[in-house]
T-cell receptor
Framework: DAGVIQSPRHEVTEMGQEVTLRCKPISGHDYLFWYRQTMMRGLELLIY????????DSGMPEDRFSAKMPNASFSTLKIQPSEPRDSAVYFC????????????FGDGTRLSIL | KNEVEQSPQNLTAQEGEFITINCSYSVGISALHWLQQHPGGGIVSLFMLSSGKKKHGRLIATINIQEKHSSLHITASHPRDSAVYIC???????????FGQGTRLTINP
């Protein structure tokens, strides 16, 4: 089991640039979550999908953020245009639906917007 | 008021000490999660429990649903246990996790 795979691990870019974060969930998992972690706010849920359909995007901070899940094995989180306050670690996680199941986290993408 | 409160925020102890981290929540839940985040940043799910107690090696998690309180215990603590421990609860009926602010644990040799 390869685990949840995120790319890139680190991203440094200038303000105003488009940023795309990628996630491959564990095969067979039907839930996928995007989280953001900052020192000030801790871990926050941005959006989650069930069977590739967005269920709750109430945590997405503003229209500059968008997420897609075109198929069961791939999701993207896009920020356009990026701002320095978007600097954070972004985690993707996946889980099974059956009953209460633990979420499996990727290693995260550390994003720095200059 | 946060839906999930952890205490203490920071804890430093000597190797071998018994460690307790507490988590209180204000919403009805189906299960509570304990997560561990190492200095490298990766997050690992330690426990998910809805009643009673679970044990894995030197780690023990307990939950009291009536009191809306959970504890994470570490017996015979070791420097490699140094990490941030995070408690999280799903909003009732949903997969959406709400996280505590984390407890930063440092075990000195």
């Amino acid at each position: 089991d390869a685990g949840v795979i995120q790319s890139p691990r680190h991203e440094v870019t200038e303000m105003g640039q488009e940023v795309t974060l990628r996630c491959k969930p564990i095969s067979g998992h039907d839930y996928l979550f995007w989280y953001r972690q900052t020192m000030m706010r801790g871990l926050e849920l941005l959006i989650y999908f069930n069977n590739n359909v967005p269920i709750d995007d109430s945590g997405m901070p503003e229209d500059r953020f968008s997420a897609k899940m075109p198929n069961a094995s791939f999701s993207t989180l896009k920020i356009q245009p990026s701002e320095p306050r978007d600097s954070a670690v972004y985690f993707c996680a996946s889980s099974y639906k059956r009953g209460n199941q633990p979420q499996h986290f990727g290693d995260g993408t550390r994003l720095s917007i200059l | 008021k946060n839906e999930v409160e952890q205490s203490p925020q920071n804890l430093t102890a000597q190797e071998g000490e018994f460690i307790t981290i507490n988590c209180s929540y204000s919403v009805g839940i189906s299960a509570l999660h304990w997560l561990q985040q190492h200095p490298g940043g990766g997050i690992v799910s330690l426990f998910m429990l809805s009643s009673g107690k679970k044990k894995h090696g030197r780690l023990i998690a307990t939950i009291n649903i009536q009191e809306k309180h959970s504890s994470l215990h570490i017996t015979a603590s070791h420097p490699r246990d140094s990490a941030v421990y995070i408690c999280a609860v799903p909003l009732q009926g949903a997969q959406k996790l709400v996280f505590g602010q984390g407890t930063r644990l440092t075990i000195n040799p």
